[in-house]
């Protein structure tokens, strides 16, 4: 297990708030401004009460809210985010948002064609053989494999994994 700590993510400011970037696959060399990755998990803490996405044509994004209250407005349509949900939507659709002032999301971004799958999972779960997922703590009482697992940190784990909680789990073909 290799655990990713909340306050050593990689933090970037932007015109709306702050983004951690919790992990981007491969990890060597590629950036989000050069849109060179195939997987970016982040999580931003949203100041402002109204923002636009910015454009990820030819990826394929993914959503929810942690804190506070979100309302995206995609394509023409209202959609409330939640903890318990990921919202899925093309990376080139226009997207703006209504948030409460220090709302928080989670953003999982794929480029189209890469072999990855998210998903928000809840209570105990008995995994076996995984080969490599990441495992992000929604909830504040998380445990992996007996170990205790911070809200909003995040986990590498591999082999047979028990997994207790609220939990956003990321596969991929690593």
């Known amino acids: 297990m290799e655990i990713l700590r909340q306050e050593n993510y990689k933090s970037s400011v932007w015109?709306?708030?702050?983004?951690?970037?919790?992990?981007?696959l491969p990890a060597e060399?590629?950036?989000?401004?050069?849109?060179?990755?195939?997987?970016?998990?982040?999580?931003?803490?949203?100041?402002?009460t109204e923002s636009t996405f910015s454009d990820f044509t030819g990826f394929t994004r993914y959503i929810?809210?942690?804190?506070?209250?979100?309302?995206?407005?995609?394509?023409?349509?209202?959609?409330?985010?939640?903890?318990?949900?990921?919202?899925?939507?093309?990376g080139a659709s226009k997207?703006?948002?209504?948030?409460?002032?220090?709302?928080?999301?989670?953003?999982?971004?794929?480029?189209?064609g890469t072999r990855a799958r998210a998903r928000v999972a809840h209570g105990e779960q008995h995994l076996t053989s995984v080969e490599r997922m990441?495992?992000?703590?929604?909830?504040?009482?998380?445990?992996?494999?007996?170990t205790p697992l911070r809200q909003y940190d995040a986990v590498w784990v591999s082999g047979?994994?028990?997994?207790?909680?609220?939990?956003?789990c990321l596969e991929h073909d690593f």
Do not use: P, W, Y
């Open 15 to 24: 015109t709306g708030g702050l983004t951690r970037e919790v992990c981007i």
């Open 64 to 90: 929810l809210c942690l804190e506070g209250n979100i309302r995206l407005n995609v394509d023409g349509h209202t959609v409330t985010l939640d903890n318990e949900h990921l919202f899925q939507f093309d």
């Open 160 to 168: 047979d994994v028990h997994i207790v909680g609220h939990v956003l």
């Open 29 to 48: 060399g590629c950036c989000l401004a050069d849109r060179n990755f195939d997987v970016r998990v982040s999580s931003a803490v949203i100041n402002v």
């Open 134 to 146: 990441l495992v992000f703590g929604i909830g504040g009482e998380t445990m992996i494999n007996d």
């Open 95 to 112: 997207v703006t948002s209504v948030n409460s002032s220090g709302a928080i999301d989670l953003n999982v971004i794929c480029k189209k």
